[in-house]
């Protein structure tokens, strides 16, 4: 054995036992304490088209996921926010122009927006904003303005929230990547976004109780397969 080669096993021992110790060491996946990891809510997901049109004038989408929280009503617990941003000369990717701090909705890249269905499926619930926010601030009385889809052959519903400028009525039958609004700031909200919930079951259009909450995913091929490349 080389010299060094019997210090340099002792060491390899050591660190090994201290990842160990420190639990960073080989391990089983596992589901969350107490939940079967095929039927974990975690591991349970849809793939939508994606909700806003960004596709022009360099800008992009920006999603954050809300932390899974099943004392809030299902549509919040896995839900996404949905945001339009654009990179400036200087590099920072923002949700508003440069200089405005984006006091107004209408320095916000994002505000009205099209706002495209998430898939083949029914509408089968509107609700029309009554107010509009200021950015910064939010109303949580006021009526959000909502669209809530629903695909009965997969049991899965999708809500969207904040939005305006509805052009569905409920029984409407909308295609992926339809136009059915416009991005709002309304409700419960502090800019122009759009909030998109999922779940499975729970026929209670809000879900507020019943059903499976999903985890987001936005297809990023939706655009070549609307056009058929």
């Excluded at 080989?26 to 809510?41: H, K």
């Excluded at 269905?117 to 006021?142: C, K, L, S, Y």
Aim: hydrophobic share 35%; glycine share 12%; net charge negative.
């Amino acid at each position: 054995m080389h010299p060094n080669g019997h210090r340099i096993a002792v060491l390899y021992i050591l660190f090994a036992s201290g990842l160990l110790c420190l639990g960073l060491g080989p391990s089983d996946g596992r589901a969350q304490t107490g939940r079967d990891l095929e039927n974990d809510t975690l591991t349970q997901s849809i793939l939508i088209h994606p909700p806003i049109d960004a596709t022009q004038d360099s800008l992009s989408l920006s999603t954050r996921e809300h932390t899974y929280r099943s004392q809030l009503r299902i549509v919040d617990q896995l839900g996404r926010d949905f945001t339009v941003k654009k990179v400036g000369d200087d590099g920072i990717s923002r949700p508003y122009t440069p200089g405005t701090q984006g006091k107004q909705n209408e320095d916000w890249y994002g505000w009205r927006r099209d706002v495209l269905a998430p898939f083949e499926a029914t509408v089968v619930q509107i609700a029309r904003p009554d107010t509009v926010n200021t950015p910064g601030t939010m109303n949580r009385d006021a009526q959000p303005g909502l669209i809530v889809f629903e695909d009965a052959n997969e049991d899965v519903t999708v809500a969207y929230a904040h939005v305006r400028e509805i052009g569905v009525e409920e029984g409407d039958v909308v295609e992926p990547g339809e136009i059915v609004a416009k991005v709002g700031n309304n409700g419960n909200s502090r800019g122009p976004h759009v909030h998109v919930g999922a779940w499975r079951g729970g026929v209670d259009r809000l879900g507020a109780e019943r059903g499976t909450p999903l985890q987001i995913q936005v297809d990023l091929y939706a655009y070549e397969r609307g056009s058929g490349e």
